[in-house]
């Protein structure tokens, strides 16, 4: 079974920092793309990174030049360092996996095949 968790959630004062990370298994990590979403209370999910198999990178507008997606190909691990929170970063966050992803869509949820069951941040 494919199985994607998420770990590195918490609390944190704004302007903190907090790194996720999404560990893979049961697939072909190295052949998929990966992709990070959030979703606030009351609001619909969103998309706010992605990486795909060669490692070019997209960002949603509110997260550019904060956060940064990576992963460790040898480790099956994707992570998502978040610099400079904001309390409007407060989220649950979401892990995803895409086989056929083109970055062009890369903020599409119907891109992706697989989800982990996320990590909370809270920012104060």
């Known amino acids: 079974d494919v199985q994607l968790v998420e770990s590195g959630g918490g609390s944190v004062q704004a302007g903190g920092s907090l790194r996720l990370s999404c560990a893979a298994s049961?697939?072909?990590?190295?052949?998929?793309?990966m992709g990070w979403f959030r979703q606030a209370p009351g609001k619909e999910r969103e998309g706010v990174a992605a990486?795909?198999?060669?490692?070019?990178?997209s960002y949603a507008d509110s997260v550019k030049g904060r956060f940064t997606i990576s992963k460790d190909n040898a480790k099956n691990t994707l992570y998502l360092l978040m610099n400079s929170l904001k309390p409007e970063d407060t989220a649950m966050y979401y892990c995803a996996a895409s086989l056929g992803l083109t970055l062009y869509d890369w903020d599409q949820q119907y891109e992706y095949d697989y989800w982990g069951q996320g990590t909370q941040v809270t920012v104060s």
């Open positions: 990486i795909d198999r060669d490692g070019s990178t």
């Open positions: 049961g697939y072909a990590y190295s052949g998929y793309s």
